[in-house]
């Protein structure tokens, strides 16, 4: 030790192991380089297959949610209309008043009431809709008719949900047929059937020649959908920040790691390889505390090089 190794002799000895004058600097920061493309490139592509699967997920709870709220709002449409059924239909006739009278009707009742709550949500609406209706507020619109005549096409269904564009964002709506019972007929038949006073307010025009157990329209509660799909993208977003950040931070500490126990301890053996393949003098040993695999590495480094200067010397020698 300490002793300037010949320098031809050192060169033979290492000329199967490439060049001499490495760049530790550049070796290690391969090495960072490599580990963190490879991290954040399977960060990415699980980041890309989590986005796509959670943006799904959030979209299908979100219509899953504005279709509960649908249901809710035909719920209390029913809720209305029976309660004016029992409660208010009867009482013109309980009080000895035989003449029709429009607030006992229950499809006026839920109409003006959910209409009422249309001027304050104008995109949230329930209406009964009729083909043919007694009102002509309640016309359908293009879209409406259509949900009545595939009522009329496939009488066994119960309910449809559709979902259709509009000028302010997707609107899904949830449909139940409307079926004309016989006992419906009185006021929906002919207008000499209907009460008198039901002409004078409604005219004989509209509302007339439905057909026993003919569907006739269709109940139909509309949502907008944009708002909750818009909260499904935020929340996705905000998602990804979340798991952006964290990666963030765990592949600092991960560097900060690698560094100071792999890629420093290796550059700083790399160099005392390289000083000693040199012949330079007073090369130090390395060293390192511990029992992990670098200390251990350190150890059995520092034995080889021991033996290859006793080796070395002993050509010497000869
Ligand atoms: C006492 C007469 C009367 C009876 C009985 C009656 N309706 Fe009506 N119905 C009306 C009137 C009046 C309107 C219009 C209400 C309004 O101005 O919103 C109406 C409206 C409707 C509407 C909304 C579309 C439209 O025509 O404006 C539907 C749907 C409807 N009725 C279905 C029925 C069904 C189904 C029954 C049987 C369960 C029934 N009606 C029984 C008088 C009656």
Redesign the pocket.
């Given at each position: 030790m300490g002793r300037r190794w010949p320098r031809i002799r050192t060169r033979f000895l290492w000329s199967g192991i490439g060049r001499h004058d490495v760049d530790h600097k550049e070796v290690a920061m391969r090495l960072i380089v490599k580990f963190n493309l490879v991290i954040t490139l399977a960060f990415v592509a699980g980041l890309i297959v989590s986005a796509l699967l959670m943006r799904e997920r959030f979209v299908a709870n979100a219509r899953t949610e504005v279709l509960a709220n649908a249901r809710i709002m035909m719920q209390s449409s029913d809720s209305i209309m029976r309660y004016t059924k029992q409660e208010v239909t009867p009482l013109p006739q309980a009080l000895g008043h035989d003449k029709?009278v429009?607030a006992a009707?229950p499809?006026?009742a839920a109409?003006?009431i959910f209409e009422d709550l249309r001027r304050h949500y104008p995109d949230y609406s329930v209406r009964?809709?009729?083909l043919?209706?007694?009102?002509l507020?309640?016309r359908p619109t293009e879209s409406e008719a259509d949900i009545v005549n595939g009522f009329r096409s496939f009488p066994d269904r119960t309910e449809m949900v559709t979902e259709r564009q509009t000028p302010n964002g997707p609107i899904m709506s949830l449909s139940r047929p409307?079926?004309?019972?016989p006992?419906?007929l009185?006021?929906?038949s002919t207008p000499a059937n209907?009460?008198s006073a039901?002409i004078d307010?409604?005219g004989s025009a509209?509302?007339f020649g439905w057909q026993p157990n003919e569907t006739?329209?269709a109940q139909i509660v509309s949502v907008p959908l944009s708002l909750p799909l818009a909260r499904a993208e935020e929340a996705v977003v905000h998602l990804l920040l979340t798991c952006g950040s964290v990666f963030l931070v765990v592949l600092a500490v991960l560097n900060l790691f690698l560094y100071y126990l792999v890629v420093k301890p290796i550059r700083d053996m790399a160099k005392i390889a390289n000083d000693v393949s040199l012949g330079k003098p007073d090369t130090p040993e390395y060293e390192r505390q511990g029992s992990d695999e670098i200390a251990t590495l350190s150890l059995s480094f520092n034995r080889m090089r021991r033996s290859l200067e006793g080796a070395l010397r002993l050509i010497e020698g000869t």
């Open positions: 029709f429009r009707v499809f006026f109409g003006s009964n809709v009729a043919n209706p007694t009102n507020r309640d409307l079926v004309a019972a006992e419906c009185v006021c929906h209907a009460p039901m307010t409604y509209n509302g006739v329209g």
